[in-house]
């Protein structure tokens, strides 16, 4: 048993404490907004994730994870507070450089610090690393120093945490083996070991293919809606070769990893990470995107002042983070154009429009626009929503709805990298 500090109790952190607090762990967490604390404290938790609201409670419960608002003297610090991009697209590291911070004064000898946060390349060794020797303590000696990037999928956050994949990056080998032994108690997928500096790349390169994957997808989706095909249909096709994966076009990327991490590699080597800042704006102009087409829709509809619905603010299906998500730039843009509605079943505010309930939101709409894919929208009714709005259309930037149920209650339906007109008797591939 082990006595551990988390510093950060969000998305990342609480999971990870309660976790280890689970498994025998003594821990603290620690956070510097103090409205986190009092809520853990009191057995309630802050962020949607399936299973932690149990999970959180039985480790307060037991007596092994309490929250703080200052580091307590542990053997184990776990630092999993936010990088985010600053203004300028370059990686905001104040969070992890205060975080460690508070732990300098009560680091002892035989201590392990661990950097879960995704950093950019170079973190660990050259930021934290001359951080941690300023103690005097040796490090690789006195004290060992990893990182050990994280790879969840909200929403699956707790299953992911124990069965992916990790990796452990050490400032040297014997970090790496001693950080390699505390997740072994935890992880039940394989760990594999390298130094921090790769591990911080492989993380950040995971996340970077998959953005110029997506961006990939999304010119493909503007090549099609010229040529009046289906994006959807040619990747399908495309993807049955084994050795192709082509992810999907959509509204844009957003998120606190994919929407943001490859500008890490962009700030680090401007002249050879080319691909990577292209596929960066390619996705960042999503939203413009789709607003432009929502525009043209209605405009090809003949409707005089419009008033559109959004369904579904999160960057993605069924949680409630908004943070990046392609809504935002989607709902600052419409705003100006058209009369807007905003209704998400998961999250409450902070998009800088007001929510509206269901009902309310397509009473005399003209439009519904499908932003985020949250599983419950697939449960309503296309003929009840129908029969509130002003004019019937659909326009899903997530190829998410039954086009066929809808265009069956009178929608017109658009769907985005598709220019195809699809008509009820469309025999599908
Ligand atoms: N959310 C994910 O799905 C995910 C997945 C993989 C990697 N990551 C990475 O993990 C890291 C954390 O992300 P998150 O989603 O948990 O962030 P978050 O914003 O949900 O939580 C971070 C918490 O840290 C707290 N904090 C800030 N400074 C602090 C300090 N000095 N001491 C103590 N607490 C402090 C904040 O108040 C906040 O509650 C980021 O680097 C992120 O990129 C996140």
Redesign the pocket.
């Known amino acids: 048993m082990k006595t551990i500090c988390v510093?950060?109790?969000?998305?990342?952190?609480l999971p990870t404490a309660s976790l280890f607090a689970t498994h025998g762990h003594k821990v603290v967490g620690?956070?510097?907004?103090d409205k986190?604390v009092e809520t853990i404290n009191a057995g309630e938790i802050h962020?949607e994730e399936p299973g932690l609201f149990t999970l959180a409670r039985a480790a307060v419960g037991s007596g092994n994870l309490r929250a703080a608002s200052e580091p307590a003297v542990s053997d184990v610090y776990i630092i999993?507070?936010?990088?985010p991009l600053k203004p300028d697209k370059t990686c905001d590291l104040h969070?992890v450089e205060?975080?460690t911070r508070?732990i300098l004064p009560i680091l002892k000898k035989g201590d392990l610090i661990i950097l879960?946060?995704?950093?950019p390349p170079g973190t660990t060794r050259d930021v934290l690393a001359p951080m941690l020797a300023g103690t005097g303590l040796d490090i690789g000696r006195d004290i060992h120093l990893a990182h050990c990037?994280?790879?969840?999928?909200?929403g699956r956050?707790l299953k992911e945490l124990i069965e992916n994949p990790r990796i452990i990056g050490g400032i040297t080998p014997e970090s790496a083996e001693v950080t390699a032994e505390l997740y072994k108690g935890l992880v039940e997928g394989p760990i594999y070991l390298t130094d921090c500096t790769t591990a911080e790349l492989a993380k950040i390169m995971e996340n970077t293919y998959r953005d110029v994957n997506i961006a990939l997808a999304n010119e493909l989706g503007h090549l099609c809606e010229s040529l009046g095909i289906s994006a959807w249909e040619v990747i399908e096709l495309a993807n049955k070769h084994p050795r192709v994966s082509l992810h999907s076009p959509g509204p844009g990327v957003g998120?606190?990893?994919i929407s943001?991490?490859p500008w890490f590699l962009v700030e680090k080597f401007p002249d050879n990470a080319k691909i990577i800042h292209l596929s960066r704006q390619t996705n960042d102009s999503q939203p413009e995107h789709v607003v432009n087409r929502a525009m043209q829709i209605l405009a090809d509809a003949g409707v005089k002042k419009p008033r559109v619905t959004i369904f579904g603010v999160s960057y993605k299906g069924n949680v409630d983070?908004v943070r990046e998500s392609p809504a935002l730039e989607i709902i600052g843009m419409l705003n100006e154009k058209v009369d807007l509605v905003v209704y998400d079943p998961h999250v409450k505010g902070g998009v800088g429009h007001e929510m509206s309930n269901l009902e309310e939101s397509v009473t005399d709409s003209d439009m519904i626009l499908i932003v985020a894919d949250h599983s419950d929208f697939r449960f309503l009714a296309p003929e009840e929503l129908g029969r509130k709005m002003r004019t019937k259309i659909l326009f899903d930037t997530r190829n998410f709805l039954d086009p066929r149920r809808f265009r069956e209650a009178g929608f017109d339906v658009h769907t985005i990298a598709s220019g195809k007109i699809e008509t009820t008797s469309k025999a599908r591939v």
């Open positions: 510093l950060g109790l969000g998305y990342i952190g620690v956070d510097v907004n986190i962020i999993c507070v936010p990088t969070y205060e975080a508070s879960e946060s995704t950093s990037p994280e790879r969840v999928l909200p956050i998120g606190h990893c943001v991490d983070d």
